[in-house]
C-alpha cells in the first residue's frame, strides 16, 4: 500500500492483542490519589465504587496488559481495526501540499470511541459477577456505548443523562433504550442526592458532577451493580490505546509515521488512545513527529 491510497484498512490478525499503560514510561509516577481534608477517605472507598481488574489497571506500571480474548473478540464483532482514511477533498480545499488521514472511530456502532472502554469494562463486571452497571452521560456517547455494550455481556444498566441535555436528545435517548438502558434525566427522584435537588429546584438543569454521584448512590445501594466511568482515569485512556497502535501500522502501510498528529482533548480518553502509542514510540526514538491537542474555547477543560 502507498501514499496514494485513500481507505487503509489493517487486517483482522494486526489488530492490537495488548492496551499500552503510559505509566510505565512517565519521567516519575503520579501522584497518589488525594483524600478530602474533611469527611470520610474516599481512597479507601475505591474497592466499593470501581471494578477491580480496573482498579488494578489503573494503579498498574506494566507497559503492556494483555486484552483479553473474549474483550478481542467483542472488538471485531464492534468492528476493530477501524479504517484510516485520507481526506484528499480537504486537501485540495486547503491546497496544501500534506497528506491528511483520519481515524474513523465513527465507525463504532454507537458513534464513538467510547465503545473501546465500555466493553473492557462490561466484561470485566460480568467476570466479576455484578448484574447490573450504573453511569453517569454528558452529551449521550458514553452512556449509549455502555448500554451497547452491556447488552452484549447480558447485563442490565441505569444512566443518569444531565437533565440540559436529556431533555432534548430525544433519539439518542431512544437509542441508549433500545439497548435496554433505563435512562433518568438527573438529577432525578431515582437517588436522595437527586431528589434533594430537585425539592431545591424542580427545574434543576443538572451538570456531570450531580449525574456522577447520582450513578455512585445508586450502585453502592446494590450489592449487584457497579459503577463505570467513560473517561478521565488511566484505566479508560490505556482501553483507547488500541486507536493509536492501529494508527501507527495504518501509517506505516500508508508510507510513513505523520508529522503531526492533531486530535480532540476533552475527557482525554480520545486523545490520550490516539497520542500514547505515538508517544511511546517517540521514547523509543521511531518517531519524531508533534502532537497537538485541541478543545473549543467556549468550555475548555
Known amino acids: 500500500m502507498h501514499s496514494g491510497s485513500l481507505v487503509v484498512t489493517l487486517p483482522e490478525d494486526d489488530r492490537p492483542t495488548k492496551w499500552y499503560n503510559i505509566q510505565a514510561d512517565l519521567p516519575e509516577p503520579l501522584p497518589p490519589p488525594k483524600d478530602p481534608e474533611q469527611g470520610p477517605s474516599r481512597v479507601k472507598a475505591l474497592p466499593d465504587l470501581l471494578l477491580g481488574e480496573c482498579l488494578r489497571q489503573e494503579n498498574s506500571t506494566e507497559r503492556w496488559i494483555d486484552i ?41 456502532p454507537t458513534g464513538s470511541h467510547k465503545v473501546n472502554t465500555a466493553l473492557a469494562q462490561a466484561y470485566y463486571a460480568k467476570k466479576e459477577g455484578y448484574e447490573r452497571l450504573t453511569t453517569e452521560t454528558g452529551a449521550g ?3 449509549t456505548a455502555l448500554a451497547y455494550a452491556a447488552s452484549l455481556s447480558g447485563l442490565k444498566t441505569t444512566i443518569y443523562w444531565v437533565r440540559a441535555v436529556h431533555d432534548w436528545k430525544a433519539q439518542r435517548r431512544a437509542f441508549m433504550k433500545l439497548y435496554g438502558a433505563e435512562v433518568y434525566a438527573s438529577p432525578s427522584d431515582h437517588t436522595a442526592t437527586g431528589r434533594e435537588l430537585l425539592k431545591q429546584d424542580p427545574n434543576h438543569p443538572g451538570s456531570l458532577g450531580i449525574a456522577v454521584s447520582e450513578g455512585l448512590e445508586d450502585a453502592r445501594g446494590d450489592d449487584k451493580a457497579i459503577y463505570c466511568l467513560g473517561s478521565v482515569l488511566n484505566h479508560v485512556l490505556l482501553h483507547q490505546t488500541v486507536i493509536g497502535q492501529e494508527a501507527i501500522k495504518q501509517m506505516e502501510m500508508a508510507g510513513g509515521l505523520p508529522d503531526v498528529i492533531f486530535g480532540c482533548a476533552g475527557g482525554g480518553s480520545n486523545f490520550g488512545g490516539l497520542v500514547f502509542p505515538f508517544i511511546h514510540e517517540k521514547l523509543e526514538g521511531r518517531w519524531n513527529g508533534e502532537m497537538v491537542a485541541v478543545e473549543p474555547v467556549s468550555c475548555p477543560t
Open 141 to 143: 456517547q458514553w452512556g
Open 68 to 108: 483479553p480474548e473474549e474483550v478481542q473478540e467483542l472488538y471485531v464483532q464492534a468492528g476493530r481495526p477501524r479504517p484510516l482514511i485520507r481526506a484528499r477533498r480537504l486537501e485540495q480545499k486547503l491546497g496544501t501540499p500534506a497528506h491528511l488521514y483520519y481515524k474513523a472511530e465513527f465507525y463504532s
